[in-house]
């Protein structure tokens, strides 16, 4: 089995060519939906994108765009271990990483027992290996487990993984709009969920990476892999992690222009990811920016990629 990756740290992909269809098992939830978890975030003008100097044309941060976002609820965590297990063990439901029989994991986590269960790794990022038996309990091959963990994000879940929880949960994904304008709290020109300085009042306020890209990790703010989703302060709005911990599903097509269907890249199979996660660095992948935007396959897993629901 082949693999390839789409861009640097944030985006290991699967090969294209092993797209599958999915049978449609999930059915909308008939109950009530519980927003208990969940903020109502007010309707608003938003300006989208980012033009200063470290934003990116390449990734489509510019041209900015405004745009008005009706109020909606949206997850104030992003679905944790726990949750996903619950819709597990109620619909039965097979991810992408088990039904492909592996997931890519960053090699920090892979130990000596593992290494036999490596069937590959991307050329240009050799940092990530296709691990069998990895997936959303197994996040680091079979032998591992959540067990500690069940308040961390789900991580391993694709795009089409995500999208059958929220089917199930009686949500949806959001949209980028609705991803930046929450992420910022309503904060024209906020580089991150809590200012513009990323270590503001001296603190550590996301999980990223701090030390040397990809060997050495300092863990300054505690964490080598994901975070617990409660760990670090909300933003205004109430939200916990939009920076950092785990890259997040968004229900957009991505695309390098947005609205220009002509754009490279706009293409379904290519969906939107938000808000970095534990391996961001400013060296490699500063893209824990709010405005920052990746995209990766609909099929693809990792070991930081997760999503939280919006309604």
Same mark, same amino acid.
């Given at each position: 089995?082949?693999?390839? $990756?789409?861009?640097?740290?944030?985006?290991?992909s699967r090969n294209q060519s092993l797209l599958i269809d999915k049978e449609d098992r999930i059915s909308e939830t008939s109950m009530s939906v519980n927003t208990s978890d969940m903020v109502l975030i007010p309707a608003g003008e938003f300006l989208l994108g980012s033009e200063d100097e470290d934003s990116s044309g390449e990734d489509g941060e510019y041209p900015r765009r405004r745009v008005m976002v009706p109020s909606f609820y949206m997850d104030q965590y992003a679905v944790t271990n726990e949750q996903f297990n619950q819709f597990i063990q109620e619909t039965g439901y097979s991810t992408d990483a088990e039904r492909y029989g592996w997931s890519f994991v960053f090699h920090l986590f892979v130990n000596e027992d593992h290494k036999k269960d490596i069937i590959g790794s991307p050329e240009t990022t050799p940092w990530w290996f296709a691990l069998q038996g990895a997936s959303?309990?197994?996040?680091?091959?079979?032998?591992?487990?959540? =067990? *500690?963990? /069940?308040?961390?994000?789900?991580?391993?879940?694709?795009? $089409? *993984?995500?999208?059958?929880?929220?089917?199930?949960?009686?949500?949806?994904?959001?949209?980028?709009?609705?991803?930046?304008? =929450?992420?910022?709290?309503?904060?024209?020109?906020?580089?991150?969920?809590?200012?513009?300085?990323?270590?503001?009042?001296?603190?550590?306020?996301?999980?990223i990476w701090q030390g040397e890209f990809p060997h050495v990790n300092t863990k300054e703010d505690g964490f080598l892999g994901t975070a617990p989703v409660d760990h670090f302060q909300p933003n205004e709005f109430g939200l916990y992690s939009m920076s950092g911990n785990v890259w997040e599903w968004c229900e957009d097509t991505f695309s390098t222009q947005p609205g220009n269907k002509n754009s490279f890249l706009t293409d379904d199979s290519?969906? /939107?990811?938000?808000?970095?996660?534990? /391996?961001?660095?400013?060296?490699?992948?500063?893209?824990? #920016?709010?405005?920052? #935007?990746?995209? $990766?396959t609909i099929d693809?897993?990792?070991?930081?990629?997760?999503?939280?629901? =919006?309604?």
């Open positions: 089995m082949t693999t390839s $990756n789409s861009r640097s740290c944030c985006s290991v959303w309990k197994h996040p680091e091959g079979v032998h591992s487990s959540i =067990a *500690d963990r /069940l308040n961390h994000p789900v991580i391993h879940v694709s795009w $089409n *993984d995500a999208q059958a929880y929220c089917k199930w949960a009686g949500k949806r994904l959001p949209t980028e709009a609705e991803w930046e304008y =929450a992420a910022s709290s309503g904060v024209i020109d906020r580089k991150y969920p809590w200012g513009n300085e990323l270590h503001q009042d001296d603190k550590h306020h996301c999980n290519m969906k /939107l990811i938000k808000g970095g996660s534990y /391996l961001c660095h400013e060296s490699y992948c500063n893209r824990y #920016r709010i405005s920052a #935007r990746t995209f $990766n693809s897993s990792t070991g930081h990629m997760g999503f939280r629901c =919006a309604k």
